[in-house]
C-alpha cells in the first residue's frame, strides 16, 4: 500500500523535478536494500536491511513495506523465522515500487 499522502507532500515540498530525482533515488535505495536483504543470512545483516528498507519505504510513502520491515526487525530480534517475512518484504517492495513509478503523475494529479 502506498501512502499517497506522503507522495503529495513530497511533491509540493519540492516540485517535479525534484520529486522525480527523489523517485530515481529512491528506486535505486530499494535496489540495493533488496540486495542486501536477499544476501542477508546472519541476524545482524537481517536487521540491518530491513531497517534500511524500513527508512527509504517511509521517506517516499510505501507504508506496507515499511510496516513489514518493522515485523521483520522484531522477528530477528526475537530469533523468529524471518524466511517469510522477506519474501514478503521483497515482493510487496517490487510491487509498491512499479505501482508508484507508474502510477504517481495521476494520483497527484499531475500533468
Known sequence: ????MRAAELYEDFGEEQFVEILEAF???IKTGREQLV??????????????LKGAALNIGL?????????GERAVANAGNVAEIKAE????????CMVLLREWRARLGVG
Not at 500500500?1 to 499517497?4: G, K, R, S, V
Not at 518484504?89 to 509498491?96: G, T
Open 89 to 96: 518484504v521483497l515482493n510487496c517492495a517490487d510491487l509498491d
Open 1 to 4: 500500500m502506498i501512502d499517497w
Open 63 to 71: 507504508s506496507e513495506v515499511a510496516k513489514n520491515c518493522a515485523l
Open 27 to 29: 528506486v535505486l535505495d
Open 39 to 52: 544476501a542477508a543470512v546472519v541476524p545482524e545483516e537481517q536487521r540491518a536491511a530491513f531497517h534500511f
